[in-house]
Structures are given as structure tokens and as C-alpha cells.
């Protein structure tokens, strides 16, 4: 069994490696592509003085509303740290709640200057929108409150719930093959799940069961992440939004360089 979980861990860490390498070489390859007119140009956002960001507003640790209703989260601190490089006064930013059916929509049709709002970058999407370079490598983990699951072995032949027609569930299948998958509508089906003992684990995306264990502390989240999903900036394509693109991309390099993100992500208790 020690075998078989060191086995796992080192093809657990290939895979994050490779598909972090992957996504950085096709990232640029996308960014600044296409021709689709969207939102404010770079000199009109500093000439109005303030940027306009879709965020989430239900979603924590990301972007969330605290006890007096005031938005907070990884998120809301990139936009207001843009907002501080892009136009000199991180309160320069009006922030627009969004549905996640409408993260690309706002940004489409010029509602927004672009969308920060647990959008994951991807192929099919860099076909419409331009992403930035991540901010944040979310991806799948398990989160538990079983005292004697330590480690991803733990759980091989353990029942583990999952959301039905999830791409989750080819993850835990590769890693887990001979677990027992339980298929869930909701998150809190989920819970309701584990609270019945009917469920060991639950299988999803790391930024959402971070906010998971925030709010019932008796759980924790398994240190294995199960797939590598790279979180980016939603921006308008087009070659009248070159320097609005190129301007977000290099504050976020800085970011990631100085370590002011991975600070940041701690903060919020994201792994």
C-alpha cells in the first residue's frame, strides 16, 4: 500500500507539473488574438479614472460578502490591486456581481472591462475571450472529516461523493480506481452525504471546498490536488484592447514574481 501511494504521489505531482507547463506555453499563444470588439480601451479607462470588474460575490474564499455586506476575497484583492497599477487608487473600481452564466457574456458585450471571477481558462473559451496569465492554479482535491483518511491511499476502496455529470469524476477514477463513487446534485447533498456516513470524502474544485472547511471547520482538505485548472482574467479581444491586456498581464507577472498572489492565497486559506 506504501507503494502504491508513492506511486500515486509522483504521478499526482508529473501531472500538475506538466499540465502547469502546458497551459503556460498555450496561454501565450492565445492572449491577443481575434478580432471581437468589446470593452473600454486602456486610454479611456484612465481618462474616466476607474476600472469596472465582474466578480463573484457567493463564492468564498474567492470573492465573497462579509458580515456587513462589503465585498472581499482573492479576487476583489486582485481587482483592487489592478485597479491601483491601472489607474492609481486600488478604490478605483466599481465591482459588478456576475452569474457564472454570465462571467463571459458581461465582458462580450462591454458591460465590464473584464471579469475576475473564477473563470478557468480554457481552449474552447480562448476562442471568444483573451485570458490573462493565472492568477491562481485551482483544480480538484477531496475534502473529509474522518479522522483516519490522511492521506489520497486512504481512501482507495472508501465510498467518495461526487456532482453527477462532473468532469470530476474521470479525476478520482484515474487515481482512484476501485473507490466507490457517489453521485450528488449539490454540495450540500454532499455534506448530507458525509454527515450520514453514506460518503467518506467529497471530490471537487479546491477553491470551493476551501470556503467548505472555512465554514465547518471539523473538515480538511486531503493535500493531493487531482488536476491542475488554471484560474485567469476574463479581457475582450481585439487589437483595440492590446494595451489593456498587455498592461493586466505584466501587473499580474509582478505579482506572481514578488509573491504578493501566493501571499494573498494563504491569506485566504487556499491551498
Known sequence: MHNRCNRWQVISRLHLVLSAIIFWISCFSIVGTGFTASAAEMPEIQQRGYLTVAVKDNLRPLGFRDTNGNLQGLEIDLAQRLALDLVGKADAVKLQPVANRDRLSVVLDKKVDFAIARVT?????????????????????????????????????????????SSTIAKVRFYLPNAELVGVNSYHEAREQIESNTAVAFAADATVLSGWVQQYPEYRLLPTKLSTEPLSVVMPKGLQSDELRRNVNQAIARYLEQGWLQQRSQYWGLP
Request: net charge positive.
Open 121 to 165: 481558462a480554457t481552449e474552447s473559451r480562448s476562442r471568444i475571450v483573451s485570458f490573462s496569465v493565472p492568477y491562481y492554479l485551482d483544480g480538484t482535491v477531496l475534502v473529509t472529516k474522518d479522522a483516519s483518511v490522511k492521506k489520497l491511499s486512504d481512501l482507495a476502496k472508501q465510498k467518495i461523493a461526487v456532482l453527477n455529470n
